[in-house]
């Protein structure tokens, strides 16, 4: 029996592989149900790594069928409003909603493989080589083979490190308006088909376009890592905090925030060293943010987390004995998840810094005209 803890994406996508290839799996999560909480904002899946590991759980179609159409495209500002570069998408990387992502998966495996309302409170190695894993519910499983799929504060990681996620020093407040092309059809227009990015001074306000005419926002800013416990018990909260911060922005731009039809979000970003890794444990490893938790800025995390389910399943299917396979699994992982955070990390301070937007917008040029070069070639 292999054990899973955690029902996101990487989670999904190992329990996908392994039970379609005959493997006895089961998944323990925290949520009461698959539509407990909203799952967050949209997601551009990467050709190497998020499409291969759909592909590998045969489920690619049916994510064509979810994608929103031009999505991908990108639009960069400053914070007078003025546009600094302008993409169409390409559909190189098709933009997805988080949540429809994972309802897909989820209705990809039978009923019962996934255990719901399952928040696991304590995880301990036996003497016997097993796990045993107590939940507060008062259920205790005890398994030879454990995956912490469980996320950034993850209860599995301490049976192989003491390292843990460490505060950028930045902060988003998340904002959401629904409706938009007959209640916000400025902002609307702002954001375009896909993504904004207004940045200026080392803030920024970062929005995007999800399906049913909605759009969810961020303003992003430095701050101490107390900042949203401090503020929400403060008058006015955090809306009022984040409308000094951004006083002289172009308002429109500050709107798609200021006009949230719902409480802003105190979301403080962390992330685990570049380049951590940690001595094999016999019997237990780790997938996505639980291994290599990073900034959002390098479109990285969620595609990392479903390539990790699926060359793990692949491994596990592969190898005679669990050991050989996360062995295997982990010397593969490592590497490449040390140069996706060195390139979230580079992400950050490409858009954080006292010269923004240039820096990202050099950087998205660069890459257009490597693109065209290797177009040319091929």
Not at 68 to 80: F, M, P, S, Y
Not at 274 to 290: E, K, M, N, Y
Not at 307 to 320: M, P, S
Request: glycine residues 10%; negative net charge; contains cysteine.
């Amino acid at each position: 029996m292999i054990t899973i803890l955690g029902a996101g994406l990487g989670g999904l996508v190992l329990a996908r592989i392994l039970h379609i290839s005959g493997m006895d799996v089961r998944v323990f999560e925290s949520d009461a149900s698959a539509s407990a909480r909203h799952q967050g904002g949209m997601l551009d899946m990467h050709v190497e790594s998020g499409q291969a590991a759909l592909k590998v759980a045969g489920l690619y179609e049916q994510f064509r069928g979810i994608v929103l159409e031009e999505g991908d495209a990108l639009r960069v500002l400053d914070k007078t409003g003025r546009v600094h570069l302008a993409e169409a998408g390409n559909d190189l990387r098709p933009e997805v909603e988080r949540g429809q992502l994972r309802a897909m998966l989820i209705a990809s495996l039978p009923e019962g493989i996934i255990r719901w309302g399952h928040r696991a409170t304590a995880v301990a190695a036996a003497a016997d080589g097993t796990y045993i894993v107590t939940f507060t519910n008062g259920l205790s499983i005890r398994t030879d083979v454990l995956i912490g799929a469980d996320g950034a504060w993850s209860k599995v990681r301490p049976l192989l490190t003491d390292i843990r996620p460490v505060y950028t020093g930045l902060s988003f407040a998340e904002a959401r308006l629904t409706e938009v092309s007959s209640h916000f059809p400025e902002q609307g227009e702002i954001v375009g088909k896909g993504t904004v990015m207004a940045l200026s001074e080392r803030k920024g306000i970062l929005a995007h376009r999800e399906p049913g005419d909605v759009l969810c926002s961020y303003a992003a800013f430095e701050a101490p890592a107390e900042w949203s416990a401090e503020v929400a018990s403060k008058a006015g909260g955090l809306l009022e905090d984040v409308l000094m911060r951004f006083s002289d922005w172009d308002r429109p731009l500050v709107d798609l925030v200021a006009k949230s039809e719902a409480p802003l979000i105190a979301r403080p970003l962390f992330a685990l060293p570049v380049g951590h890794r940690w001595t094999r444990g016999p019997g237990v490893t780790l997938i996505g943010d639980a291994a290599h938790l990073m900034s959002p800025f390098a479109g990285e995390g969620a595609n990392l987390a479903m390539r990790d389910g699926a060359e793990l399943a692949q491994a596990l299917l592969a190898y005679d004995g669990a050991e050989a396979a996360l062995a295997a699994y982990e010397a593969v992982m490592f590497a490449r998840s040390e140069s996706a955070a060195a390139e979230s990390a580079t992400g950050l301070a490409l858009c954080f810094n006292d010269q923004a937007p240039h820096p990202i917008v050099d950087f998205f040029l660069g890459m257009r005209s490597e693109a065209e070069t290797a177009t040319g070639a091929a």
